[in-house]
Each structure stands twice: as C-alpha cells, then as structure tokens.
C-alpha cells in the first residue's frame, strides 16, 4: 500500500500561471516532507522542504503547504517557466528513533509540462 | 562540484549474470542509500548505511547487496540478475538523516 500518494500523473499549465501539484499521505508519524524535482536522464534533484509542525514555507517561485489534518501537501510554482516541466517527487520521512535510517518514501511522481 | 557519481550509466545484463554497481560521493557524507525506480513509480529503498561499516536492509533488498569499507564508496552487488532487477538505480547520500539527500545521476540496467 502507499503511503505517499500523488494522484495526478500529469500536469499541464501555460507560461507564468501557477502550477499547484498535490501529495497525499497517510502516515501521521511522518516528521518531514520534501519535494525533489527530476529531469530526464538525471537524479531526483532537492527543491524544498517542511517540517510537520510548520504549515507553509516558502522559497522564491516555490512555496510548499501542509495539512496535517488532511495528511495533505501541495506545491505551488508561481510563475511557471518553460524550465519548470520535469517530474515532481513528493517524499515523506518517517520519524527518526534510536538508530534512525534517514530514508524516504516517495511518491509516484507528477509530470509537469509547462506551455509557452 | 562532483556530488555523487555512479557508474555505469547504462549496462546490459544477462539471466544469471552479477554485476556491481558503483557509487562515490564527495560530500563527507555519513548516510548513504541505494534506490531502485521502475517504470511510472516512486524510488524504492534498497539498502542504506549510516557510516562506514554499518549497513541494513531497506524496503526491496531481495537479490542485493552491499558494503560500505569507506565514506566515500558505497557499491550494490547485484548477485544472479533476474529480469525483475530491469530498473533505474540511484543512489544518494546526505549528512544526517534530517538533511536533503543528494541523488547521484542512475544506473539503467536491463536484464535480458
């Protein structure tokens, strides 16, 4: 079963609207939410964060919200830009006890395409 | 800046065959992991470690393995390649385990 979900394989927005893509979780223990951001043929690259006791947080064009109640996350990119379009990883970290792993469970991925 | 380096990048292997996927990274970093992404899903956990000479099992760690003698180096052997093992690994690393992983750039492997 999947505990981290992104229900929307694609995603499609035309130049300088806002892209908002959307996570589903259903681990309430989860600490730590992050989104990475993926070209082809390359890593899954960091692109922002939020820890479960903050509820939005912000990093220029992108801006991550939680819903703990709702065990839901979103991103929001405003404006979009052409460079934009790439896959979008929502990954969720487990608490972290004695001998924590650091992992992260990962989403399936949104596809984003940005139109000029 | 080189990060994490995998190699190869891409390698064909047959049924029964074994193989060694290789990861560096020279970040100084304690947490490594390997992941495993199949078609239309999410990365997988494979095998992670903590620091030199410390290893446990992830989510998928059926037909793997793995070492960690040093910082820097952290190789998955795959041992009797079955189709199944068809997938695109990464590998990553980050300081801690509350830091962003840093991704090195894959190993597509088909096995035919």
């Known amino acids: 079963d999947q505990q981290v979900k992104q229900n929307s394989p694609s995603l499609s927005v035309q130049e300088g609207r806002i892209s908002i893509l959307n996570c589903d979780y259903t681990?309430?223990?989860?600490?730590?939410f992050l989104w990475y951001k993926k070209y082809p043929a390359e890593g899954p690259t960091f692109l922002i964060s939020i820890s479960s006791i903050k509820d939005k947080n912000e990093d220029g064009r992108f801006t991550v919200f939680l819903n703990k109640s709702a065990k839901h996350l979103s991103l929001h990119i405003v404006p979009s830009q052409p460079g934009d379009s790439a896959v979008y990883f929502c990954?969720?970290?487990?608490?972290?006890?004695?001998?924590?792993?650091?992992?992260?469970?990962f989403g399936k991925g949104t596809k984003l395409s940005v139109k000029p | 800046n080189a990060g994490v380096t995998q190699t190869p990048k891409f390698r064909i292997l047959k049924i029964g065959q074994s193989m060694t996927l290789q990861c560096t990274q020279d970040m100084n970093h304690n947490y490594m992991y390997w992941y495993r992404q199949d078609p239309g899903m999410g990365l997988k956990l494979i095998y992670y470690s903590v620091g030199a000479g410390i290893t446990d099992k992830g989510e998928v760690p059926n037909g793997y393995n793995v070492s960690r003698s040093t910082t820097e180096d952290f190789p998955l052997r795959l041992e009797l390649a079955a189709p199944s093992q068809t997938s695109v690994y990464f590998c990553?690393?980050?300081?801690?385990?509350?830091?962003?992983?840093?991704f090195g750039d894959g190993t597509r492997l088909s096995i035919l």
């Open positions: 681990n309430s223990m989860f600490d730590y």
């Open positions: 990954a969720a970290s487990p608490p972290h006890y004695g001998g924590s792993q650091g992992n992260l469970i």
């Open positions: 990553a690393s980050s300081s801690t385990s509350g830091q962003p992983q840093h």
